[in-house]
């Protein structure tokens, strides 16, 4: 048994190297295969993933990291935060939890949003004065067993009571003044009792995690920080208590947990960073362990080693005792870079995935308590590695910087909306409440087989495009028979919608599996993005022009913005963030105008991640907004006033850049709106937005099919915030995941019910 943590990670992927966990998810939700076989391929990500860690040198290897769908799902089952709705069910313990997740035929799921500031989403949890708080579920103290019987003692991991009620929001029978936080000591109560259950079991250490509080809070808020770790700590019969704070500073709360009864505190070095010049003036270090997060768990670059070091060796004198880690979960990284077997050989020797960066936190403790010397060839590695990025004449293109260095103001504006919206009626001649997609339709296996086919040599292009042309022609005729009003072309020929235009673009290499978890069964393959970016040629312009000609009905240009790109990508991390985003833009704004010139009058550039980036503290968000709003102006500013500039944002917090939206100056916004019922267009009636709004009325992410009434529902309400004449009718996101039956029957639902407001406006 250890007694101090020593190198470690935070986390840790759980999809699978080869995605075994999302196949297995996916075959049982299509009945293809039991519980009993889910469950088996889940253990054996486990035991692979302890092994693993163990045998890579580790001083303390987490558990509890796994998840079936989500990490805050799990916490709200475990002490037994399940709405009335979903127990009501009568569906076993796996099939209750996957109602909550992505909902059924008779219930819809829990609110999802983006995990802080990274792409990964979490279930939102639902807490009232009446949730009844218990420990209902005890598979943190199952997982540990599990570990240890194969002979690897673990850490338990959970997202610690106070981030859990942060997160969560209050349940419809709430009354106004109620906040989930009002019931953190009954939720500490569970809390309690499930350390002491670890304590029995033989856990020495619990990891709690609070990156809430790298985020701004209120003096109350982080006075009930400091009292559930009090609480927490002075139990008789616990584990050491572990709570790392990660993805930014964490300011005051630093000193709150510094000074409560525990054992560790992790900080984030990486993301903030935390100045280790002010942590000599934390009360309470000196009596505790502080981890280190050393090695950047959001990011594929290697470890700039030597610099880390230095880092680590200011903190030698700070803490009782200094361990070290990566600053977050590796969730948010793919799995082993060497298994990159197609990638530019000079990019591969930059990167570092997960298993590498395990590797980096081990060279690290192995430095701090053996010395250089026991690791210099591992140090060597890293600094040439280094020093070769940095020298890389790849990194710049000069024709490009010259572009971002002579931009001026008007680069960056259209004329007023009010001058645009009778031009571009004139030109669409649209109904009211217009239907559309948000973009993509379903991608069968037959799409992603031509796909694989061309990848693989089995076909040639020439064939390979035939196929693409047959799956726009049979979109483009569905749509026309459902009869929306302004069609799209379905995607067909695109992977993902970051990872297709990174193909296309220079600066950029894509991986063979590289994947990474978004939420639940998705996953994303994020490319890389290593040096200046540009647009040698046109990307969509081909397959847009063949759409349009199959039908006299305006067909949507689908195209990423710079921010989304950038925020669903790994980005160099050698300039400003603001400068690439510059670049990317550039390269759409391309994009756009080349549209425009072949005839396409609707050009939908979509911003989902606009919020994800937003930095967590205040005093940094305005100059982040500034330039995200500036990239996307200069993305689409290029075109007269006749064509109608479309985006789409989704799954975020909106009303915490409800401003940056307006400013976005899009004609029309389309934006998640049905799990949150709406909420969204109070926000945008509040800062007075008076564009076009799309608010989702179905959502895409559950098998649900919606029935007409119900999106009749939706679009009434929705009238009730929003006059007619600005109202789009469409679903929350795009299809790609969704199978044809149940699209057919939804969009079916969504015109015949904006038929039918239509109609009942007249």
């Known amino acids: 048994m250890t007694t101090t943590i020593g190198s470690t990670v935070l986390g840790y992927p759980r999809i699978g190297p080869h995605r075994e966990l999302k196949r297995a998810l996916e075959s049982y939700w299509a009945g293809r295969s039991s519980e009993a076989e889910l469950r088996d391929v889940a253990r054996t990500l486990r035991t692979n993933t302890w ?170 808020e982080k006075e009930r920080l400091g009292h559930a770790y009090r609480v927490l700590g002075d139990l008789t019969e616990r584990p050491k208590v572990f709570v790392p704070t990660y993805f930014g500073d964490a300011g005051e709360s630093l000193h709150t947990l510094a000074t409560a009864p525990i054992e560790a505190v992790g900080v984030d070095l990486v993301a903030g960073p935390v100045s280790p010049d002010r942590l000599p003036g934390i009360t309470g270090l000196r009596d505790k362990t502080l981890v280190a997060g050393l090695v950047d768990g959001r990011n594929i670059w290697r470890t700039d080693l030597d610099s880390a070091l230095c880092t680590a060796a200011t903190l030698l004198g700070v803490a009782g005792n200094v361990a070290v880690s990566t600053s977050c979960s590796l969730l948010h990284v793919p799995y082993d870079a060497e298994a990159e077997t197609s990638i530019d050989p000079q990019v591969k020797s930059w990167l570092a995935f997960a298993k590498q960066k395990v ?105 390979y495009h035939q196929r693409m042309v047959d799956e726009i022609q049979r979109v483009i005729a569905l749509q026309e028979e459902i009869g929306l009003d302004v069609l799209v072309h379905g995607e067909p020929e695109r992977n993902d919608m970051v990872q297709y235009f990174s193909e296309h673009m220079e600066g950029f290499v894509s991986t063979d599996n590289g994947w990474v978890q978004s939420y639940g069964s998705r996953c994303v393959r994020p490319p890389i993005l290593f040096g200046d970016v540009a647009r040698p040629r046109s990307i969509t312009t081909e397959w847009a022009k063949i759409a349009q000609s199959l039908t006299d009905k305006p067909v949507k240009g689908m195209l990423t913005g ?104 899009a004609d029309v916004t389309s934006i998640e709106a049905a799990r949150s019922r709406m909420e969204v267009l109070d ?58 039956a149940e699209v057919d029957s939804a969009l079916r639902s969504m015109v015949a019910a904006a038929a039918q407001v239509r109609g009942s406006l007249q």
């Open 359 to 463: 590797d980096e936190v081990v060279t690290l403790g192995r430095a701090l308590s053996e010395g250089r010397e026991a690791v210099g060839a591992e140090l060597n590695a890293s600094r040439e590695a280094i020093a070769d990025r940095g020298a890389s004449e790849r990194l710049r293109n000069e024709r490009v910087r010259s572009r971002v260095d002579t931009l001026r103001p008007g680069d960056y504006r259209r004329s007023e909306c009010a001058t645009r919206r009778p031009a571009q009626q004139h030109a669409l001649r649209l109904p009211p409440l217009p239907t559309t997609t948000i973009g993509s339709f379903p991608q069968t296996a037959d799409v992603r087989k031509a796909r694989a086919a061309l990848r693989n040599g089995t076909i040639d292009r020439t064939s």
């Open 562 to 665: 710079p921010v989304t790109i950038l925020a669903w990508s790994f980005v160099r991390d050698d300039q400003p963030l603001e400068d690439t985003a510059a670049q990317v833009a550039l390269a759409i704004r391309d994009e756009v105008v080349d549209l425009e010139a072949t005839g396409i009058r609707v050009i939908q550039v979509d911003e989902p991640a606009l919020r994800e980036l937003l930095p967590l503290r205040a005093e940094q968000q305005r100059d982040y907004l500034r330039w995200a709003v500036d990239a996307f102006r200069l993305a689409t500013s290029g075109v007269a006033e006749r064509t109608q500039i479309h985006t789409h944002l989704c799954y975020s917090e909106f009303g915490e850049v409800i401003d940056a939206i307006v400013a976005l100056d």
């Open 51 to 220: 092994r693993e860690l163990s045998d890579a040198g580790l001083d303390s290897v987490p558990s509890n990291t796994f998840s079936y769908y989500d990490q805050v799902l799990d916490t709200a089952v475990t002490f037994g935060a399940v709405p009335r709705r979903y127990t009501d069910l009568g569906a076993n313990a796996l099939d209750t939890y996957f109602a909550m997740a992505r909902g059924n035929d008779s219930v819809p799921p829990l609110e999802m949003t983006k995990w802080f500031d990274t792409n990964y989403h979490y279930l939102v949890p639902e807490i009232g004065p009446d949730t009844s708080f218990a420990l209902t579920d005890r598979t943190p103290i199952e997982q540990y067993r599990e570990a240890a019987a194969l002979g690897v003692t673990t850490r338990p991991v959970l997202v610690g009571p106070v981030t859990f009620l942060l997160l969560a929001k209050p349940d419809g029978s709430a009354p106004a003044t109620f906040r989930p936080l009002d019931r953190l000591g009954d939720l500490l109560a569970c809390y309690a009792e499930l350390l002491r259950e670890l304590h029995h079991a033989g856990a020495e250490w619990v990891q709690l995690d609070e990156p809430a509080f790298t985020a701004d809070r209120s003096p109350a």
């Open 683 to 740: 926000d945008l009636n509040a800062v007075g937005f008076g564009r076009g709004v799309g608010p989702g009325v179905y959502d895409i992410h559950s098998p649900r099919v919606p029935q007409t009434d119900e999106v009749e529902k939706l679009l009434r309400a929705a009238l009730e915030s929003m006059p007619a004449e600005r109202l789009w009718v469409n679903p929350d996101c795009g299809l790609k995941t969704r199978g044809y």
